[in-house]
């Protein structure tokens, strides 16, 4: 390695004692080379000093023969381009790569961006604590930026690294900048990604890969590699997580010996803890944490450990050791998020291997609730899953298992699916919740349900969520529409400001805190309404998309029809029936939604209206032509 | 040596180091193999990459010795060091050993001087592997390739699948997801698992000055008889080495950054004699690790096609 710090020369135990604490971090990088990404992993491999001599000069001397930078160094032909793969005959995959600096070690999980490597991208993120979304600063948010988005949150990704590249093909602008990361924050609330850097750069001029761009003097956040060598790495959020060892293989060396080997999945062990194995319940106390470097006094989630319990309890592969009072569920069907990953298509019905853990048991895909278009995430009705689909499903398994659900441990909650004659890895999902049925059946099952309830009403339950600026018509198309609905015999009711202002939330004024809570009794409501069996309107400027999207996911699939009353401010302005708008202009009113506070519009909803061309009556009859196109209004 | 680091991090109990998540990786791996597999073997081939392997195998089953036998692929070209230094680990470390000869090679007179390293490797490694393979019906071979050795392996699996007949077929490799390997296979195919894939050579390096993981004294500097031949120093281990016209060996202070047949090394001039100065020397050198070796240097994507062929 070139130009490596005098520490290595001088002082090589130093250095090594300073390399042994080194954390890791594991990152996935996310675009297409369009944007840049071979060269931005070229630059990290390049910047971190990784490169010996006779690489660089095998750099140099293919950047002048086929470089794509007029001689000045290629770092794009570092990484292998796809170009090449295709004529090596390579399935486009994942590749991992390796970089270290004085502080931390990271590896790249390198995976094609197009949509057909889907299963690429959910494989290279399995492993990853972060993900670097690249956006081309000349295009912004993109669909594939936002089918990757959707990709890294489906598989638990908390951190994302927006790298907005080739700032220098856009004059450095800070506007641009910020004009995609509002744009990108807005999508990404949706998904539920919160943990944001937006990091503006050339990776090809390197401005701030590991110096602060001269370039860019308007932005003070971190440069990209200062920000991966400080975030924290996830592995300590699985500290906090309740204590899961899947036992890989009991170790009996001899009569004396009896130890449960395993990778601790979650949480933290002591000698002395009171252990429940499950899927059988039975209970001991560790004894021994023990190591080939000695026993431990404490043991945490990432070490493969060999547990020794002070009872004989009888244990084998596939079983989960738990925390006594923090057990993990066992159940055999489950509700559970689906990626297909070979050419022939999922049908359900068929029998498949499900491997979570160390477990493997025999499993069925029941239903599929609905597939998801990775670019818009609508939801389709569906009958199979072709390769690179993504789906909502119900899984039947031939007996039951221990597991958590993924978002709280990934280990104990995610699967992969085997086919049981060819033996390939066909698919692979994250287990969401247990349903409730089979043996299970007995026990605090509500016989009468809200089927049961909507059937006797002779409609499906379902909230039609209103949404749009003050004056926009929510109140008074709800009003119109349940007086519709309720000629027609159909049980319904309209929760508005006025009814739930003067009630329930009555404890709430209009600050933003105050607006969250209000939005989320409103949904509570909703909810226990659509379990009555009803028809229920809400009329609500619900003006942040994390509200709307927190009370879709209170609801059932299906269930949450979300109407954008989508009259222009101008024209709600212009009609101002409270004189509200009025007041705002003055000032006499803060956070008013449009005014100085902003109105988040739906990307994906249900249906959209425009009242500003046409009459109440016309726009009534639209929406009710729409909602029975929908089928939302007829009995099943 | 005294570690008197000016600026170490605070030791934080709650973040595993880098070394730390790898090994614990490698040994979940090893345990999933030894679970799930029928008749699994450990590939072992002397080095320092083999010698972590073994450390790791070690620990995964502590306190029982790991329930595989090691497998020795022996081309007979070996140093002698290697040869002494596998036999006492395997002795000391209370493992069955199997060493296999491909025994048509050397009824041939296979050797690499007269028929070069391409042929002497196809036939005595690559060969002798799946002989060996197939007599004693293992359906699961560790292997110590890393990915970030050469481009080709950075795409390589840790479960890397081969057909009945040993070949790779890139185009049928297995996604892996999370912790989850698939390690199920039809009668007659085979899997080669590689638990250190993630490790870098400098990952190995401290490792091995951590652990004090015994390694062959070949990786130390010492005097030994070399002769320079086509640009690389070959030691002349023993007499079974032809010398050309003005060869005369000499003895120089060298060092080998890794170990395969003595004809096929290329040793470095080096004084580092500990392993403290050998890490030293890897990070302040200017040449990657695989250009010791003369294997890659036969045709251009060399190990793409020997993988496919069936070589480690």
């Known amino acids: ?636 | 040596m005294a570690h008197t680091a000016a600026n170490t991090p605070d030791i934080d109990p709650d973040t595993l180091t880098h070394l730390q998540r790898l090994e614990a990786e490698s040994i979940h791996i090893m345990r999933e193999v030894v679970a799930e597999a029928e008749n699994p073997v450990m590939l072992y081939s002397i080095g320092k990459d083999s010698a972590v392997m073994l450390h790791l195998a070690m620990k995964a089953f502590y306190p029982a010795v790991p329930p595989f036998p090691l497998l020795h692929v022996d081309t007979t070209w070996k140093f002698r060091a290697m040869y002494q230094f596998r036999d006492e680990m395997a002795k000391k470390l209370g493992m069955d050993l199997i060493v296999h000869i491909n025994e048509d090679g050397v009824a041939k007179g296979i050797n690499p001087f007269t028929h070069g390293s391409a042929i002497h490797t196809d036939i005595m490694k690559t060969e002798g592997l799946k002989q060996a393979l197939d007599k004693y019906g293992f359906d699961v071979a560790f292997g110590g390739a890393r990915r970030d050795e050469e481009k080709s392996r950075a795409k390589e699996r840790i479960f890397s699948f081969r057909t009945a007949q040993h070949r790779w077929d890139p185009k049928n490799q297995r996604p892996e997801l999370w912790n989850l390997y698939n390690a199920r296979k039809h009668k007659g195919e085979s899997i080669r698992v590689f638990p250190i894939s993630n490790w870098t050579e400098l990952d190995i390096w401290q490792y091995i000055y951590l652990q004090n993981i015994p390694i062959v004294p070949l990786y130390f500097s010492a005097p030994r008889p070399v002769v320079e031949r086509d640009g690389t120093l070959i030691m002349v281990d023993d007499d079974r080495m032809p010398l050309r016209a003005g060869e005369v060996p000499q003895m120089r202070n060298v060092r080998f950054r890794t170990l395969g047949c003595y004809p096929l090394t290329g040793a470095v001039e080096s004084n580092a004699s500990s392993l403290t100065e050998i890490i030293q020397e890897m990070l302040l050198t200017k040449t990657s690790e695989r250009q010791g070796r003369v294997i890659d240097h036969d045709s251009a994507g060399s190990m793409e096609k020997k993988k496919q062929e069936g070589y480690f």
């Open chain 1, 1 to 636: 390695m070139a130009h490596v710090s005098d520490l290595i020369a001088q002082d090589i135990g130093a250095y090594l004692k300073q390399h042994e604490h080194k954390s890791l971090l594991r990152f996935i990088t996310c675009g297409s080379v369009d944007d840049g990404k071979s060269t931005l992993i070229g630059r990290l491999l390049y910047e971190s000093k990784m490169l010996f001599e006779d690489q660089l000069a095998a750099l140099e001397a293919d950047s002048k023969k086929v470089g794509t930078q007029g001689g000045d160094l290629d770092f794009a032909l570092l990484v292998d381009g796809l170009a090449a793969e295709r004529e090596q005959g390579i399935t486009i995959d994942v590749a991992y790569r390796f970089f270290s600096t004085d502080r931390r070690k990271f590896i790249v999980a390198d995976t094609p961006g197009h949509e057909q490597y889907t299963r690429n991208m959910v494989t290279g993120a399995s492993t990853a604590d972060l993900a670097i979304i690249l956006v081309d600063a000349r295009h912004g948010v993109q669909t594939q930026t936002r089918r990757h988005s959707y990709l890294v949150s489906l598989i638990g990704i908390k951190r994302v690294v927006v790298a907005i590249n080739k700032m220098d093909l856009v004059g450095h602008s800070e506007a641009t900048y910020q004009r995609i990361l509002d744009d990108y924050r807005a999508f990404a609330a949706q998904l539920g990604l919160e943990d944001i850097v937006a990091i503006p750069m050339s990776a090809l001029r390197g401005d701030n890969i590991t110096a602060p761009s001269e370039q860019m003097g308007w932005y003070h956040g971190p440069t990209l590699m200062g920000y991966l060598e400080t975030v924290e790495v996830d592995q300590k959020r699985r500290l906090q997580g309740p204590f899961r060892l899947p036992v890989q293989w009991v170790n009996r060396p001899n009569l004396d010996f009896r130890g449960f080997a395993g990778t601790i999945a979650s949480g933290v062990i002591e000698p002395g803890a009171p252990v429940r194995v499950q899927p059988s319940g039975r209970t001991s106390t560790v004894k021994r944490i023990v190591t080939a470097d000695g026993d431990l006094p404490r043991a945490i989630a990432g070490q493969s450990v060999t547990l020794v319990l002070e009872d004989e309890v009888d244990i084998s592969r596939g079983d989960v050791i738990s925390h006594k009072d923090a057990p993990a569920e066992v159940a055999d069907q489950f509700e559970a998020t689906l990626v297909w990953m070979q050419d022939e298509p999922m049908m359900p019905g068929r029998a498949y291997l499900l491997k979570t853990a160390t477990r493997t048991v025999t499993a069925t895909v029941t239903e599929i609730r609905h597939k998801v278009n990775v670019n818009t995430l609508e939801h389709l009705a569906a009958k199979q899953l072709a390769l690179n689909e993504i789906a909502q499903v119900k899984l039947s398994l031939d007996r039951p298992i221990a597991f958590d659900p993924y978002e709280s441990v990934r280990e104990t909650g995610g699967f992969i699916l085997i086919d049981r004659l060819s033996n390939a890895t066909i698919g692979a999902g994250m287990l969401r919740f247990a349903l409730r049925r089979s043996h299970n059946i007995h026990m605090q099952h509500v016989d009468v349900d809200k089927a049961a309830r909507g059937a006797m009403k002779g409609q499906k339950p379902c909230v039609l969520w209103f949404t749009g600026l003050s004056g926009a018509g929510k109140s008074t198309l709800a009003n119109q529409i349940e007086k519709r609905l309720s000629a027609q015999g159909r049980h319904t009711y309209l929760l508005d400001g006025d009814n739930v202002r003067h009630g329930l939330n009555k404890d709430l004024g209009f600050t933003e805190a105050d607006r969250v809570e209000n939005i989320r009794r409103v949904a509570e409501v909703a909810k226990l309404m659509v379990d009555a069996g009803l028809i229920v309107l809400t009329a609500f400027i619900s003006p942040f998309r994390a509200e709307r999207r927190m009370a879709r996911s209170l609801m059932e699939d299906g269930e949450f029809i979300e109407i954008f009353v989508d009259t222009p401010i101008a024209v709600t302005e212009e009609r101002d029936p409270k004189g509200l708008y009025k007041k705002a202009r003055r000032g006499e009113i803060k956070n008013f939604t449009g005014i100085d506070s902003p109105y988040e519009a739906p990307e994906n909803a249900e249906i959209r209206i425009d009242t500003s061309d046409r009459s109440i009556d016309q726009c009534v009859d639209e929406l009710m032509l729409r909602l029975r196109e929908r089928g939302v209004l007829l009995a099943d």
